[in-house]
């Protein structure tokens, strides 16, 4: 069992800047591809981002291609999702996920992914 863990959310105006991080607490996530997906109240889950492991290919929706960079630093086991330019409808909890079977064509659909975190809240408010 892969347990893995979000931070670094929090509250913002709108054009600020957050940085998610997300780590697996006693396993590498050297291997295994990486998405970023988010929910906001009343909506379903969508892909936001992922990063593949075989060679760091990185995948974005169009809402947030050109605001949004996700990276992976094997040294201290982490991915991460740089958000700039953080919008109103950017408000959502964010979640970090992995998967045993991935493919770039499927990368933004949350049921390829066998693991998840518990969530971090993202809130862009004036």
């Known amino acids: 069992q892969i347990q893995l863990v979000e931070s670094g959310g929090g509250s913002v105006q709108p054009g600020g800047s957050l940085r998610l991080s997300c780590t697996a607490p006693?396993?590498?996530?050297?291997?295994?591809?990486v998405a970023w997906f988010r929910q906001a109240p009343g909506k379903e889950r969508e892909g936001v981002s992922s990063?593949?492991?075989?060679?760091?290919?990185?995948y974005y929706a169009d809402s947030v291609k050109g605001r949004f960079t996700i990276s992976r630093d094997k040294a201290k086991n982490m991915v991460y999702l740089q958000m700039d330019s953080l919008k109103s409808e950017d408000t959502a909890v964010y979640y970090c996920?992995?998967?045993?079977?991935?493919?770039?064509?499927?990368?933004?659909?949350?049921?390829?992914?066998?693991?998840w975190g518990l969530g971090t809240q993202v809130t862009v408010s004036s």
């Open positions: 990063i593949s492991s075989v060679d760091g290919s990185t």
């Open positions: 006693g396993f590498s996530l050297d291997h295994f591809p």
């Open positions: 996920a992995t998967a045993h079977v991935w493919y770039p064509s499927t990368w933004y659909s949350s049921d390829k992914y066998d693991y």
